[in-house]
């Protein structure tokens, strides 16, 4: 008896899936490689960037023919920049910071393969298309006007819209940022205590400048840092990575102990303020931190020393004899402006490098107030006041810019003698100006509430504006002088831009 076996439906429904497949394949071979290749990841897709976001990476899903990557990829707005590959991926370097308040897009067409190229097929690669974002520009400043007197407002000049930050019962004296923008430390005092020792240290949320897929946090949520309990907090400063908060404290039962004190800026994790820790260091005066975060520069007799944090700062880790005052560094530290005291009364601006090279800027019968680096030229802005001739003693403040490769100086602007109590600060994007322009109260007040509001130098403000001098660069020096400030419809003092 003989056996017979029979095709069932699966083995049949089998053969055909492999005759198929065998005959996709020997297409594909026959055809070569017909894929294009495409953009995998862009590292900036729909994020909103700031001027810390230097560079963004194109991903590619094969090896790139270089050439024709660079010579087609394309950014509206322009933005300058330089260009390397790492293997598939091809870094984009800008060379200045990317405007605040502008959306970007980045467009790539007509790139090829390097297989392509080599085999001569005009194959091009997936149009691929990115969209990005830089942030609003946004600036804080101390109202002076009578409905909002003494509290921190943000002001959103993309957007204009406009949001207090702190509560009425707080008078705000001085505020840094964060890095990020999503929270202000500001040292405050109550209105029910004219007396400008008592300040506290708070921190308060400005709702702007969330995560991606994260709930937003309301502006406005207000935490106690340090209180003033057993000392005197006076000047502070935040670390430039936001995590470490410098302190120049004073003993209210004891004036000899008066130092620097730290303490981490992070108290999300705590539910009481977190218990600063003294640096273990000679008395000094003003002070910074440096861009590292991890020294402070700190006025010491006639010199200034840099101070270690993390460590016993009992031995400085450098001493500047000749210099009295630190202004401002450099992004990446190597370059520090520098104040120079000298018997005549007079002062020097000297730009100070990490290499021991010093090189005078300027000088001045007056006061160097403030400067600040430009992250994207070798430019130094200034603000800067000059003796007056004649028997009353008076000083004319100024705002100046300096080449420092060559020391030359370009004046900006000339501000009234009578309003010395300016500040000023160099937008992240470097494209603006901000400085204020405050009058002092001369007249008796008829109400003790008109002069809850003082200066530095403890005079009453009687009024004050906002001002806003553009710097986009002009080659024609003619051009450039017809740039003229723009007053803001603001009224307070101290402003900052927002990161």
Known sequence: MTSRTSIQPLDRIAIALILLLTLAIGLVISQGDAVKASVRSFSWQNQQIGADDTSFTLTFSRPMETKTVEENIKLDPPLAGKISWAGRRMVYTLLTPAPYGTNYKVQLENAKDKFSAKEGINRVIQPFSGTFKTRDRALLYISS????????????????????????????????????????????????????????????????????????????????????????????????????????????????????????????????????????????????????????????????????????????????????????????????????????????LFLVTNQGTQKQLLK??????????????????????????????????????????????????????????????????????????VVPQTSPSPTPNSQILTTEDGQAIASSSLWLMPLTPIADPEAAADIKPQKLPLVGFHPRWLP
Do not use: H
Not at 299 to 322: N, R, W
Not at 394 to 408: C, H, R
């Open 364 to 437: 001045t019968t007056g006061s160097i107030l403030s400067c600040q680096f430009d992250i994207a030229s070798p430019t130094l802005y200034c603000l800067v006041t000059q003796l007056l001739p004649g028997q009353t003693y008076q000083e004319q403040p100024y705002l100046v810019a300096i080449d420092t490769k060559t020391a030359q100086q370009k004046p900006l602007i000339v501000l009234p003698a009578e309003q010395r109590n300016v500040q000023m600060n160099l937008s992240p994007d470097g494209l603006g100006l901000l400085f204020d322009q």
């Open 145 to 348: 006007a009578p409905q909002e007197q003494g509290q921190l407002v943000l002001y959103n000049l993309t957007q204009g819209q406009q949001k207090v930050l702190t509560p009425k019962d707080l008078v705000v004296m001085d505020f840094i940022p964060f890095p990020d923008g999503k929270k202000i430390l500001f040292s405050a005092r109550t209105t029910k205590n004219q007396d400008i020792l008592s300040a506290q240290l708070y921190t308060v949320t400005t709702g702007v400048y969330t995560d991606e897929g994260k709930e937003a946090i309301a502006a406005g949520k207000v935490d106690l840092v340090l209180d003033s309990k057993d000392y005197q907090n006076l000047k502070f400063d935040l670390s430039p990575d936001g995590k470490t908060i410098v302190v120049q404290r004073g003993n209210k039962s004891n004036p000899g102990d008066f130092g620097l004190w730290m303490l981490p800026s992070d108290t999300s994790n705590s539910r009481e303020p977190q218990k600063p820790t003294p640096v273990k260091s000679k008395p000094g005066g003003d002070f910074m931190i440096t861009p590292d975060s991890q020294a402070v520069a700190v006025a010491q007799g006639e010199g200034t020393a840099i101070l270690a944090l993390q460590k016993d700062a009992e031995k400085p880790l450098d001493f500047l004899p000749q210099f009295g005052l630190v202004q401002a560094f450099t992004r990446d530290g190597t370059q520090a402006a520098m104040v120079k005291f000298n018997t005549d009364y007079t002062r020097d």
